[in-house]
């Protein structure tokens, strides 16, 4: 898992911390039917390269990607099939994100999480480790914010001796 809180703990999170609501509004934003899609739209993708370029160090998305990703999200059904994942996480909660048994993670798992400046954020590992993964998950923090975008050389290495 890439940055990625467990669907236990962040709808938990979620229901009770404003803060992480707060942080993810977007979520809430993306369940209201052609309104996100007309959104995100306008002025040439002006939001979502905005989100790339805000998330990430400088340079690591160039002009020539953003005209693919503007490209891929272009065409007919991608953009609402993007949305549809954080509608559908929502609208029907799996049985995996309520229930703690179905939830725990049974085999070996490698979770890679960026450093963050939100203390919640940094608890998440943490949690993920001691509620839902046990004895499976191998924690391990990154700068600035673990992704394969903002930092592939140490995200491939971690696969490549996770997987050896």
Same mark, same amino acid.
């Given at each position: 898992m890439l940055s990625v809180p467990h669907p236990r703990i962040f709808i938990k999170n979620l229901i009770i911390?404003?803060?992480?609501?707060?942080?993810?509004? !977007?979520?809430?934003f993306f369940q209201l039917p052609w309104l996100p899609e007309r959104i995100l739209r306008r002025r040439d993708w002006a939001l979502l390269v905005r989100a790339l370029r805000n998330t990430s160090p400088p340079g690591v998305f160039?002009?020539?990607?953003?005209?693919? !990703?503007?490209?891929?999200?272009? @065409? &007919?059904?991608?953009?609402?099939?993007?949305?549809?994942? !954080? @509608?559908?996480?929502?609208?029907?909660?799996? &049985?995996?994100?309520?229930?703690p048994e179905a939830s725990r993670v049974k085999v070996?798992?490698?979770?890679?999480?960026?450093?963050?400046?939100?203390?919640? +954020? &940094?608890?998440?590992?943490?949690? +993920?480790?001691?509620? +839902?993964?046990?004895?499976?998950?191998?924690?391990? @923090?990154? @700068?600035?914010?673990?992704?394969?975008?903002k930092s592939p050389h140490e995200v491939n290495n971690l696969l490549s001796q996770f997987f050896a």
């Open positions: 911390n404003p803060a992480q609501l707060r942080r993810s509004w !977007y979520l809430l160039s002009d020539p990607d953003l005209e693919q !990703y503007k490209e891929s999200w272009a @065409r &007919k059904g991608a953009l609402t099939a993007m949305l549809n994942w !954080y @509608r559908a996480a929502l609208l029907r909660p799996s &049985k995996f994100a309520l229930d070996p798992a490698l979770l890679i999480w960026g450093k963050t400046t939100s203390s919640w +954020v &940094k608890q998440w590992p943490e949690k +993920v480790f001691n509620t +839902v993964m046990m004895d499976t998950l191998k924690c391990l @923090r990154l @700068r600035p914010i673990g992704s394969n975008t």
